[in-house]
RNA sequence: GACCCCUUCGUCCAGAGGCCUAGGACACCGGCCUUUCACGCCGGCGACACGGGUUCGAAUCCCGUAGGGGUCACCA
């Protein structure tokens, strides 16, 4: 209803003095080109100003972190270039820069929320949640989300329940009445209604808080002054105000962007397309490419010009030329730009970024392990193993070997798509090593009823071949994100498949 | 479904009332160059979602409609 029009852009600090902005991860998994997306505005927003960049990771949610996935992140963005001024590799003046490491402080925060009031214990059980959510569903409310079941506990009683152990999570006694006024840098003003944001949870059953809680208390310490962050964030903004006014704390200025987007419109994920950077920077994309291309998406740098350098976009960054809407993330312009990057290099640099990147010393070796046994001449080393190299591998030859004696094509499609979501939740597999994954994928074969027909199956799949050394050292030196988007290449081809 | 955000070529952007018979990039299609391919060059295809206003004048401002997206978790 409003912030149409002219969304009356400012980059101007809401607070004197230079910029504070931070690039927020939770590593849960793959990191994400989303998450470079943000953290490239960020970036160029903060030394635009000559402000911190500083980077934290948001490790709150227990049963999904993993220190794997924290090291695979902080790896990628250095190597995009994006180098953070504060972080939990780095230190700073305002650490631990790692949530999971700041737990006193948010436990302080809740118990002074909950001594003002401002806050409430709740010992409603996930079964009774559960059910709330199911009579809303049924009922088609207009208005999901928590009841507020125990918002007027009495304290005393509260805190009794609570001593007794029953266990209970802290809620935000969200405003019944009045309208939140989100002052958008980007967008303008964004007005919701207090009373349509449930009672947000800021601290769980397992003492851990929620995100909501976490980030405010964080931005708040560590003298955060612009959010720049993702659109997805909008509709519990107003929480967030909530819990600035609750602490007494100004909130920092919030710059919500556009969500980057598969082909079809809907936001990017792993589904439709790769999103992990390591994707891109196993393939031998360039990272000055990628962040040129990124820049791209929602920025621009004047109206007949889209090729520019880091430094240029920070040289002429400024809110007006960012526009809000979700662009498509397109991987054929992405090629096209580092394909012009290539050209542009003079022969030096390409052998050595060549070099870097392909032929790493440990991939090398790799290769040259199974080679040895396979090769005469060196020669041939290359044309042998041309399978690891490059992304796509053409199926049309082979893909008699997607027929399984005794497993319907469904079937067999099924078989492989669960093993490329198996592949995720589990650590072994995640590293990708030949022996986790010769772990893994034996349990996995068992657990879905297959046998080590699968093998093949997988064998073809990675690398369009029939006959490659072992399956798991293969697919090691195919590596995890190649193997990925080729199984997901097969199932692609063998569901457009006709006749079998 | 409710709330919020978004809406210019297939895609990414330019455009901030007349400069727009709407510009650039990627993709696509022609042609030139060339032993081939690539590069390069020239050209082509191709969009202001729709309907009402406001205005002398609207892609640009306002309203409505439609479409797309996001959010409605003890995930971030």
Redesign the pocket.
Same mark, same amino acid.
């Not at 709740?122 to 996930?126: D, G, I, K, L, N």
């Not at 980007?186 to 209604?193: A, D, P, Q, T, Y």
């Not at 993702?230 to 519990?236: H, K």
């Given at each position: 209803? #409003?912030?149409?029009? @002219?969304?009356a *852009?400012d980059s101007s600090p809401s607070t004197a003095g230079a910029p504070r902005v931070r690039i927020?991860? $939770?590593p #849960?998994g793959d990191p994400h080109v989303g998450t470079a997306y943000i953290g490239l505005f960020n970036y160029v927003f903060a030394r635009k100003h000559g402000g911190k960049f500083i980077l934290r990771i948001? !490790? #709150? !949610?227990r049963?999904?972190s993993t220190k794997s996935s924290e090291e695979a992140i902080l790896a990628a963005l250095r190597w995009l270039g994006l180098e953070w001024d504060e972080g939990p590799d780095v230190g700073g003046p305002h650490g631990p820069y790692r949530?999971s490491e700041r737990l006193d402080l948010y436990k302080r925060h809740v118990q002074q929320l909950l001594d003002a009031g401002l806050a409430y214990r709740?010992?409603? %059980? *996930?079964e009774r949640?559960a059910d709330l959510?199911k009579q809303?569903e049924a009922a088609?409310?207009?208005? &999901?989300?928590?009841d507020r079941h125990c918002r007027d506990l009495d304290p005393a009683e509260s805190l009794r329940r609570a001593e007794a152990g029953e *266990? &209970?999570?802290v809620r935000l006694k969200m405003p019944l009445t009045g309208t939140c006024v989100i002052e958008?840098g980007?967008?303008? $003003?964004?007005?919701?209604?207090y009373g349509?944001s449930?009672d947000? +949870?800021l601290q769980?059953? !397992?003492g851990?808080? %929620? &995100?909501?809680l976490? /980030?405010v208390v964080d931005d708040h310490e560590m003298g955060i002054t612009h959010v720049i962050r993702?659109?997805?964030?909008?509709? $519990?903004t107003p929480k967030h105000i909530v819990l600035y006014e609750a602490f007494g704390w100004e909130a920092p200025r919030f710059f919500?962007l556009?969500?980057l987007?598969n082909? /079809?419109?809907? =936001?990017l @994920?792993k589904r439709k397309n790769p999103v992990s950077v390591d994707y891109y920077r196993e393939l031998g994309f360039l990272p000055e490419s990628m962040l040129n &291309?990124l820049g #791209?998406?929602?920025?621009?740098?004047?109206?007949?010009? !889209?090729?520019f350098t880091l430094d240029e976009m920070i040289e002429a960054f400024d809110w $007006?030329?960012?526009?809000?809407?979700?662009? +498509?993330?397109?991987p054929?312009?992405?090629?096209?730009?580092n =394909?012009?990057d290539l050209?542009a290099m003079d022969l030096d640099e390409l052998q050595r970024r060549f070099v870097e990147s392909v032929l790493r010393p440990d991939r090398l070796r790799l290769l040259l392990a199974q080679a040895q046994k396979r090769v005469d001449l060196l020669d041939e080393v290359l044309p042998w193993g041309a399978y690891f190299f490059g992304g796509g591998v053409d199926y049309k030859a082979i893909e008699k070997k997607f027929r399984i004696k005794g497993r319907t094509r469904k079937e067999t499609i099924k078989a492989l798509s669960a093993y490329l979501e198996a592949i995720e939740r589990d650590e072994r597999a995640r590293a990708f090593t030949a022996a986790g994954l010769e772990a893994f994928t034996e349990e996995f074969v068992e657990s879905i009823g297959w046998n080590k027909k699968f093998y093949q199956l997988l064998r073809v799949a990675t690398t369009g071949q029939a006959k490659t050394p072992g399956l798991f050292e293969t697919m090691e030196l195919v590596g995890k994100d190649r193997a990925r988007q080729r199984i997901r290449d097969a199932v692609a081809h063998m569901k457009a498949g006709e006749n079998w």
């Open positions: 209803m #409003t912030g149409q029009g @002219s969304p *852009p927020a991860p $939770s #849960t948001e !490790d #709150t !949610d049963k999904r949530q709740c010992f409603c %059980t *996930p949640l959510r809303q088609k409310a207009s208005r &999901y989300g928590y *266990p &209970y999570v958008d980007l967008r303008g $003003s964004i007005n919701r209604e349509e449930d947000q +949870v769980k059953s !397992d851990f808080p %929620t &995100y909501h976490a /980030n993702g659109e997805e964030w909008i509709s $519990s919500h556009g969500l987007r082909p /079809n419109g809907s =936001k @994920s &291309y #791209t998406m929602g920025f621009s740098i004047s109206g007949d010009r !889209d090729r $007006s030329r960012v526009s809000a809407g979700g662009p +498509v993330f397109d054929v312009k992405l090629r096209a730009f =394909k012009q050209m």
